[in-house]
C-alpha cells in the first residue's frame, strides 16, 4: 500500500499567524514611542495590539516549529 505524505495544513495556518502576528506587532510599536499629544483612548495604556500580534506571532512560530515538513526517511523495500 502507497501512502503519500503531504505538508499538514496546520504548517501553513502557522505561517499565516507568524506574518499576521509580525504585522501587528510592527504596526503598534510607534503605539508606544510616541510623544504625540492624542485623543485619550480607554485602556490605551494597555496596548492590546502588541499584546495580541505577540500572541499571534508566538502561537505561529510554535505551529511552524511543530508541523515543520520534513522529509522523513523512507524505508527500504526489500522486492
Known amino acids: 500500500m502507497h501512502e503519500e505524505h503531504g505538508i499538514s495544513i496546520w504548517f501553513f495556518i502557522g505561517s499565516l499567524l507568524t506574518i499576521y502576528g509580525l504585522i501587528i506587532v510592527i504596526a503598534s510599536l510607534p503605539a508606544l514611542f510616541s510623544a504625540i499629544n492624542q485623543p485619550h483612548v480607554v ?22 516549529i511543530t508541523y515543520w515538513p520534513a522529509k522523513k526517511d523512507q524505508p527500504h523495500s526489500e522486492s
Open 43 to 64: 485602556l490605551a495604556d494597555l496596548h492590546a495590539g502588541l499584546w495580541w500580534g505577540a500572541i499571534l506571532l508566538l502561537l505561529g512560530i510554535f505551529y511552524v
